[in-house]
């Protein structure tokens, strides 16, 4: 799985877009050896959002509006196996997830968890979770996000199935699409942007994005999918269909590496990708070191050094609870080598694309 960032740009309705200035930009920071066209890409995504309640709150109500919750289906082109899904977490339990994520020192006598400021209990929760990003912070009220990928075969009728079934809890509220997008690689880059278009409810630009993929040497793009991988399998030539699963070239053993290695990695990465970006010198909303970021790398390399993740597991694919073997839709991932490929550029579009509507 690449370490990427992601970049969107937005635009005033009936506004010429930043599509061709970034474009050019490209072109002048890079010189023709160095930007090569490679192909196309597109994405569309889903936001539904939770419906109020349908009994009126009391006027002498003291209690606190609870905060939206968002679900968010997501389609990638280099991705083509699965699709994604981002939904908000219960607010129980997520209030049960960060009570867990106290650690012991910071309970009383009786047993019950001692006031924690916001900042501290979200760092454990992040931590426990993902990659933890040292410059933000998730507001407290905040709910937790969780991700988990479907077979593409189940992805539109699991769509349907929430737009019609569970209509009276959740509300489509727009679909974005980026129909036609173009990759670049750049040295040790690879860089895809284009038009982000609104096609529901109405039809609009809403903007451009950019995704910025690393793919120089990294320790996590080595991590094996299974122990029995083979090493010369990679992805296809010629086609824009995501990074191989092994091509790195960094010659390791798992079993030396530590979690804190991998989130050194992607904070080192992070660096690169927004050095990478103020060269081209455009102003853009970011999304690289978002919640949950990492989550399935750090879940592979527990496995991978305690022997669990074996070949048959592998081929298997991860629920969303990190279960092996996880059936969606009545389907399994019989196919897809790496059902979890992807998920991070995922959860990157869809906190970026989330908020920008």
Known sequence: MPITGVYFIPSMPNASTALPAVTERLRAAF????????????????????????????????????????????????????????????????????????????????????????????????????????????????PQMIMTTVPSSSYTSLFQHFTYACQPFWCHRLTVTVPNGIVYDVGDFRVRLGDVRQTFPTARVRGTVVEIEWRGPSVVESLPVSQGQDENHGGGVGVDDGSSLNDSGVDFSFDAIEESDIEAEYLATAQLIREFWGRLGVEAKEAILVPGLGKEILERLRRLKGGELSRKEGLSGFGMDGRIGEVVGSERFEEDLDPSAGTDVARQFMEVLRFNR
């Open 31 to 142: 010189t023709d050896e160095e930007l090569t066209p490679i192909g196309r890409w597109g994405l569309e995504q889903k936001l539904f959002r939770d419906t109020p309640g349908l009994v009126p709150a009391s006027a002498n109500s003291n209690k606190k509006p609870s905060n939206p919750r968002y679900m968010q289906f997501l389609s990638l082109t280099h991705y083509p196996t699965h699709g994604f899904i981002y939904t908000s977490e219960p607010a129980d339990q997520s209030a049960t997830a960060t009570a867990n994520a106290t650690p012991a020192s910071a309970q009383s006598p009786a047993g019950t968890p001692a006031t924690a400021t916001p900042n501290q209990s979200q760092a454990q929760t992040q931590t426990q979770n993902g990659i933890t990003n040292p410059n933000t912070t998730q507001t407290p009220d905040s």
